[in-house]
């Protein structure tokens, strides 16, 4: 059991079938279902049903469509918080949707910021205004998405937060800023940071080699480095280690101050 210094993540790095929901929701269920009943939270990449598509209408799904079904239905089953981003409709225009599901049912939604201007992803998809901090078992969260991830301001720790986490499909060929990213969120924001990828090629011929990874708020790496295997991993976050780190070096309190707007 955790403690309320621990929080226990599962990370789950997959290959998604290209914009086939129902075998990605499958995907995932035997991956959920085959972790311990320790975990408390389970985070997913970005669009994890789809795979990165532009093809939001005809994928995209009311927010009480059979995804946010099915996150309920794990969070509840395995008493842990699921994370993730879906293409979402809402008033007749489509967002890139990070789903915060609690073990009880209700759920904080996140609209990614930074659409994806390479991929025309700003055509399609509109841009959320509203960064999201999640309380949950005493930890504050923050969860962004993918390119969110080149922009520091966004991701600024001006509220003391514990855990930063972005969901992405990142490609391979610039896996090396991912990489490099990742870390330097964990050291300037002085917490835990979480980048969970996929692996595989999608229906655009973008291949992934994921990477996925936990760094601690010095930015040590607590994961396998640079693994690119679809893979489950289990790993305990400890929250006295970070509130000792914060009391020995109090970078944070020399934090330039400002607001976003």
């Given at each position: 059991?955790?403690?309320?210094?621990?929080?226990?993540?599962?990370?789950?790095?997959?290959?998604?079938?290209?914009?086939?929901?129902?075998?990605?929701?499958?995907?995932?269920?035997?991956?959920?279902?085959?972790?311990?009943?320790?975990?408390?939270?389970?985070v997913l990449p970005e669009m994890f049903t789809t795979g990165f598509s532009m093809n939001a209408e005809n994928l995209a799904e009311e927010i009480d469509g059979e995804t946010l079904l099915w996150m309920k239905e794990y969070a509840k089953k395995k008493d842990a918080a699921v994370t993730g981003s879906v293409i979402i409709t809402e008033n007749g225009d489509f967002y890139n949707r990070l789903l915060f599901v609690f073990p009880d049912g209700s759920y904080q939604k996140y609209?990614?910021?930074?659409?994806?201007?390479?991929?025309?992803?700003?055509?399609?998809y509109s841009k959320g205004n509203d960064r999201l901090i999640v309380e949950y078992k005493g930890w504050k969260i923050c969860p962004l998405i993918c390119y969110d991830l080149r922009f520091p301001v966004w991701a600024r720790n001006t509220e003391d937060y514990d855990l930063l986490i972005y969901v992405a499909n990142w490609p391979e060929k610039r896996v090396a800023a991912w990489d490099a990213l990742?870390?330097?969120?964990?050291?300037?924001?002085?917490?835990?940071?979480?980048?969970?990828?996929?692996?595989?090629?999608?229906?655009?011929?973008?291949?992934?080699?994921?990477?996925?990874?936990?760094?601690?708020?010095?930015?040590?790496?607590?994961?396998?480095?640079?693994?690119?295997?679809?893979?489950?991993?289990?790993?305990?976050?400890?929250?006295?280690?970070?509130?000792?780190?914060?009391k020995q070096f109090k970078f944070l309190n020399d934090r330039d101050q400002f607001k976003l707007i």
């Open positions: 059991m955790s403690t309320k210094e621990n929080l226990n993540v599962a990370i789950l790095q997959a290959n998604l079938e290209w914009e086939d929901a129902a075998a990605n929701r499958n995907l995932f269920s035997k991956k959920i279902e085959a972790l311990s009943d320790s975990v408390e939270l389970i609209d990614k910021r930074h659409t994806f201007t390479l991929a025309k992803e700003d055509k399609i990742l870390k330097a969120r964990a050291i300037e924001n002085m917490s835990f940071c979480i980048g969970v990828n996929r692996i595989g090629e999608d229906g655009n011929d973008a291949f992934y080699n994921g990477h996925s990874a936990v760094y601690d708020c010095l930015g040590k790496i607590l994961t396998e480095e640079n693994a690119e295997t679809e893979f489950s991993k289990e790993i305990c976050l400890d929250k006295s280690y970070l509130q000792d780190t914060r």
